[in-house]
């Protein structure tokens, strides 16, 4: 599976954007997708991942209410819809697809104060 991310930018606090992860080499429904962030200096950490096959979806807490994660199944595509930006949520934004685990190559969210 290959997944290539785009969508990422410069925002002011309050704004939105939205990923984009687009999967190729296989169906969605095989895997589970999920969005990670990692900020400098700190550990990547999960933000939020759905099922292929049925669309469930979860949050972590610090994305909740403010992230919304979808997927498109026609257009092999997983996406990220981030409004409420804050500067905390400044990272370099990976989309996963597993098991086992594929990686993106990343893209850059930068939220200014």
């Known amino acids: 599976v290959q997944l290539v991310e785009s969508g990422g930018g410069l925002v002011q606090a309050g704004g939105s954007l939205r990923l984009s992860c687009v999967a190729s080499g296989s169906t969605l429904d095989d895997y589970a997708f999920g969005w990670f962030r990692q900020a400098p200096g700190k550990e990547r950490e999960g933000i939020s991942c759905?099922?292929?096959?049925?669309?469930?979806?979860y949050y972590a807490d610090s994305v909740k209410g403010r992230f919304t994660i979808s997927i498109d199944n026609a257009k092999n595509a997983v996406y990220l819809q981030m409004s409420s930006l804050k500067p905390e949520d400044t990272a370099v934004y990976y989309c996963?697809?597993?098991?086992?685990?594929?990686w993106g190559q990343g893209t850059q969210v930068t939220v200014s104060s």
């Open positions: 996963a697809a597993g098991p086992p685990i594929w």
């Open positions: 759905i099922s292929g096959s049925d669309g469930s979806a």
